[in-house]
């Protein structure tokens, strides 16, 4: 165990936070599956556990082998990644998958393995490494507007695109991260009020295409996002509306204690009990106390991003923290805000909690490259502390020889 501790470089705290998340996931996630195979009748609870703990360990073992490469190599792997992207994205966006007779064009299935991926969490995380590559590039230069359209926002722009007509808020994630991103790298505000226009303007074409051509597949999903957001605001009993009652009663009956490991009744009829819905599994099982802990651990997280990322030595660095850390962040407090009916129904998931692969092995791809970042700074102080050091003991050493007496100098001196 020593052994493995010692090879797990980079932030200490960050690798704890995670092992917790992941330990924690366990216990409602087999909870919540009995959902899954007592009401609709699929497999077992201890195969669905079965399946967490796979998800779980392969994304341990992406943040282990990521977290040893040099994070300036991701800087060239996500020039190449964005092309690679975006064609997965087309060809998901026009295959017309579905899964369990719903449509599914956000997943495509893997050949010979069978196993579905979400490419729009791939998306995210290139387009992130991506845009703190050109920030961190054009830091020292002057750049006008029309010199970032097409480094900069053609890639943003054909990721986004093919991921808004069946992804909604996805898009609006992956935008206000890539904003935000911005902002802190100092991208000139004025250009980036620009696009925030461009955006707006481009999302009402959208909306009056769909209605101008409501057959269209590609227009198929807006009168979900209509309905979820009126929905929302007003008092109409639907599917959505369902899901936040069971939740909102999961989450009253939890009170302070909760009802235990287990115990939860409404993981019956709350659907996405084990993945979207699962903080309010969590808090009817463990309560107050428990939804604290789970928050307290995503600030903890959330406070060793800012810390690393003040320390990091290069504005690289700097920005992949930013960058990848805040959206896990971002996402989770998205997660409880649906269960909680602060926000619409969204489908995020609760980062390194929530059942399911794509996004579990993401988060990790994400971690992984934090970590990565923070174990070389290490190194950098490890090197730093040691030639200080050895600058001191040279000095001492130097002034002990001056120090000295020579036993003959008396007689040299007559």
Request: hydrophobic share 50%.
């Amino acid at each position: 165990m020593n052994y493995l501790i010692n090879r797990l470089k980079g932030d200490k705290t960050i690798w704890a936070v995670v092992v917790l998340l992941a330990l924690i996931s366990f216990l409602p996630v087999y909870s919540a599956s009995t959902n899954l195979v007592y009401v609709i009748g699929s497999g077992s609870t201890f195969g669905y556990l079965f399946k967490h703990f796979a998800h779980l360990f392969i994304g341990f073992a992406i943040i282990f082998g990521v977290h040893k490469m040099p994070y300036h190599i991701f800087r060239a792997l996500s020039i190449i990644g964005i092309p690679i992207v975006i064609l997965l994205l087309v060809y998901t966006l026009f295959q017309g998958t579905t899964i369990g007779g719903a449509n599914a064009s956000r997943w495509i299935r893997i050949p010979f393995i069978g196993i579905g991926f979400q490419t729009s969490t791939l998306a995210f995380t290139v387009l992130m490494v991506y845009v703190a590559r050109y920030l961190a590039k054009v830091s020292d230069k002057k750049y006008s507007f029309k010199d970032s359209l097409l480094e900069l926002w053609l890639p943003i722009g054909g990721v986004l695109i093919f991921i808004l007509p069946s992804n909604f808020s996805t898009t609006a994630l992956i935008f206000s991260m890539v904003c935000m991103l911005l902002y802190i790298g100092q991208y000139p505000l004025k250009y980036l009020a620009v696009i925030l226009s461009a955006g707006v303007a481009f999302l009402l074409l959208f909306w009056l295409l769909s209605k101008a051509f409501p057959d269209n597949k590609l227009f198929s999903r807006v009168n979900t996002w209509e309905a979820r957001i009126e929905r929302f605001v007003g008092d109409q009993p639907d599917e959505d509306n369902y899901q936040i009652e069971k939740a909102k009663i999961a989450i009253a009956t939890g009170k302070i204690n909760g009802l235990g490991p287990g115990k939860s009744v409404q993981k019956n009829f709350l659907p996405q009990s084990s993945s979207d819905f699962i903080f309010a599994i969590i808090v009817e099982e463990y309560g107050l106390i428990g939804a604290v802990g789970i928050m307290f651990l995503y600030l903890l997280l959330f406070i060793r991003f800012i810390i690393n990322a003040q320390k990091a030595s290069s504005l690289f660095g700097k920005l992949l923290i930013i960058g990848l850390g805040f959206p896990i962040i971002f996402q989770a407090l998205i997660n409880m805000a649906v269960a909680v009916e602060l926000l619409p129904v969204t489908g995020q998931t609760l980062p390194l909690i929530s059942a399911g692969g794509t996004s579990i092995w993401m988060t990790c791809v994400a971690i992984g490259i934090i970590l990565s970042v923070t174990r070389k700074d290490e190194e950098v102080e490890e090197k730093t502390d040691t030639k200080a050091e050895k600058n001191q003991l040279d000095k001492v050493e130097i002034e002990e020889e001056n120090n000295s007496s020579n036993p003959l100098e008396p007689i040299l001196n007559q």
